[in-house]
């Protein structure tokens, strides 16, 4: 993962941070708070956590497939249905 503020170009952002092989990050970011899920690609499981809670949370998969839809929110708002809070 690469980051930097926002006049960076994908040439000068910084490596701020990296995952371990088949190991995915979704991340959504603003000045207010951040929301992310991160799940391997061979994995049952997706984990979650959010700035305004202090839980992580997970939920199950199918193996091989990607939760793409989340997080749509900086708040812990996608992590319920089918989220159980750790």
């Given at each position: 993962?690469?980051?930097?503020?926002?006049?960076?170009?994908?040439?000068?952002?910084a490596l701020i941070g990296?995952?371990?092989?088949g190991v995915s990050v979704?991340?959504?970011?603003?000045?207010?708070?951040?929301?992310?899920?991160?799940?391997?690609?061979?994995?049952?499981?997706?984990?979650?956590?959010?700035?305004?809670?202090?839980?992580?949370?997970?939920?199950?998969?199918?193996?091989?497939?990607?939760?793409?839809?989340?997080?749509?929110?900086?708040t812990s708002a996608d992590?319920?249905?089918?989220?159980?809070?750790?």
């Amino acid at each position: 993962m690469y980051g930097d503020k926002s006049t960076a170009t994908a040439a000068t952002a910084a490596l701020i941070g990296k995952t371990s092989t088949g190991v995915s990050v979704g991340l959504l970011t603003s000045s207010l708070g951040y929301a992310v899920v991160t799940q391997h690609k061979n994995g049952t499981k997706a984990f979650g956590s959010s700035y305004d809670s202090t839980s992580v949370f997970s939920s199950t998969v199918t193996e091989g497939t990607a939760l793409l839809t989340v997080p749509t929110a900086i708040t812990s708002a996608d992590f319920t249905g089918t989220w159980t809070s750790m």
